[in-house]
C-alpha cells in the first residue's frame, strides 16, 4: 500500500516538473540565426576580431530592443582564417543549419568567391562587406558601445563600421520579412534583401 502511495505520488510530482517546463518553454521567444564568417585566426585574424565585436553588439542591441517581430536573435560565428578550404567548410555547415537565415562574411575576395555558391544553392543569403559599405553612418555612441562589448576596451579597426552596417541592413531585411510574410526565412530574407539593393 505504501509503495503504491509513493509510486502515486512520484507521478503527480513527475507530472508537476513537466507542466512546469512545458510552460517556461511557451514563453520563450523563438529564435532566428544569423551567421557570421571571417578569419579569427590566421594573419588576417585582426579583420575577424574586427567584425565580431561589432556583430555581437549589433545582437546585443537589437535583442535588448526585444528582438525583431518576436524573435530574439542568435549569432552563429565561425572562423574561415582567410582559408578557401575552411570557408567551403563553414559555408556547408551554415548551409545545412536551416535556422541560419542570413550571412554576414567572408570578408576576403577568394573565400567569398568559394563560399557563395555554396549559400545561393541553399537560398541562403549572403551579406559581403563591399554591400554593406554604403550603409547608413555610424551612430555616434558607436565607439563607446564598440569598446563596452571588447574584453580590453578595443577601438574599432576599418572594418568594424562595415560590419556594424551589415547587421543593420539585415535587421531591417528579418523586419521587413516579418512584416510582408509572418515568418522569417531564407526566402522572406533573400527577397526583402533584394529589395533593399534595388532600391
Same mark, same amino acid.
Given at each position: 500500500?505504501?509503495?503504491? #502511495?509513493?509510486?502515486?505520488?512520484?507521478?503527480?510530482?513527475?507530472?508537476?516538473?513537466?507542466?512546469?517546463?512545458?510552460?517556461?518553454?511557451?514563453?520563450?521567444?523563438?529564435?532566428?540565426?544569423?551567421?557570421?564568417?571571417?578569419?579569427?585566426?590566421?594573419?588576417?585574424?585582426?579583420?575577424?576580431?574586427?567584425?565580431?565585436?561589432?556583430?555581437?553588439?549589433?545582437?546585443?542591441?537589437?535583442?535588448?530592443?526585444?528582438?525583431?517581430?518576436?524573435?530574439?536573435?542568435?549569432?552563429?560565428?565561425?572562423?574561415?582564417?582567410?582559408?578557401?578550404?575552411?570557408?567551403?567548410?563553414?559555408?556547408?555547415?551554415?548551409?545545412?543549419?536551416?535556422?541560419?537565415?542570413?550571412?554576414?562574411?567572408?570578408?576576403?575576395?577568394?573565400?567569398?568567391?568559394?563560399?557563395?555558391?555554396?549559400?545561393?544553392? *541553399?537560398?541562403?543569403?549572403?551579406?559581403?562587406?563591399?554591400?554593406?559599405?554604403? #550603409?547608413?553612418?555610424?551612430?555616434?555612441?558607436?565607439?563607446?558601445?564598440?569598446?563596452?562589448?571588447?574584453?580590453?576596451?578595443?577601438?574599432?579597426?576599418?572594418?568594424?563600421?562595415?560590419?556594424?552596417?551589415?547587421?543593420?541592413?539585415?535587421?531591417? #531585411?528579418?523586419?521587413? #520579412?516579418?512584416?510582408?510574410?509572418?515568418?522569417?526565412?531564407?526566402? *522572406?530574407?533573400?527577397?526583402?534583401?533584394?529589395?533593399?539593393?534595388?532600391?
Amino acid at each position: 500500500m505504501r509503495k503504491s #502511495a509513493n509510486r502515486q505520488g512520484i507521478r503527480r510530482l513527475f507530472l508537476l516538473f513537466t507542466i512546469i517546463f512545458l510552460c517556461g518553454c511557451a514563453s520563450v521567444d523563438p529564435v532566428v540565426k544569423v551567421g557570421l564568417v571571417a578569419p579569427f585566426e590566421g594573419q588576417n585574424r585582426a579583420v575577424g576580431y574586427d567584425v565580431i565585436y561589432s556583430a555581437r553588439l549589433a545582437v546585443r542591441q537589437i535583442n535588448e530592443a526585444g528582438g525583431i517581430g518576436g524573435y530574439r536573435v542568435a549569432l552563429v560565428a565561425l572562423d574561415d582564417s582567410s582559408d578557401p578550404d575552411l570557408a567551403r567548410q563553414t559555408a556547408e555547415s551554415l548551409a545545412v543549419d536551416p535556422q541560419v537565415v542570413a550571412v554576414v562574411g567572408h570578408w576576403d575576395a577568394e573565400t567569398t568567391a568559394v563560399a557563395a555558391p555554396i549559400y545561393a544553392a *541553399a537560398g541562403l543569403p549572403l551579406l559581403t562587406a563591399d554591400q554593406a559599405s554604403a #550603409a547608413t553612418a555610424l551612430p555616434a555612441d558607436f565607439r563607446a558601445a564598440y569598446e563596452e562589448v571588447t574584453p580590453f576596451d578595443e577601438t574599432p579597426g576599418p572594418y568594424a563600421g562595415p560590419a556594424y552596417n551589415a547587421f543593420q541592413q539585415l535587421w531591417q #531585411a528579418l523586419a521587413e #520579412a516579418k512584416e510582408s510574410t509572418g515568418t522569417i526565412d531564407r526566402t *522572406a530574407v533573400s527577397a526583402a534583401l533584394s529589395r533593399g539593393r534595388s532600391e
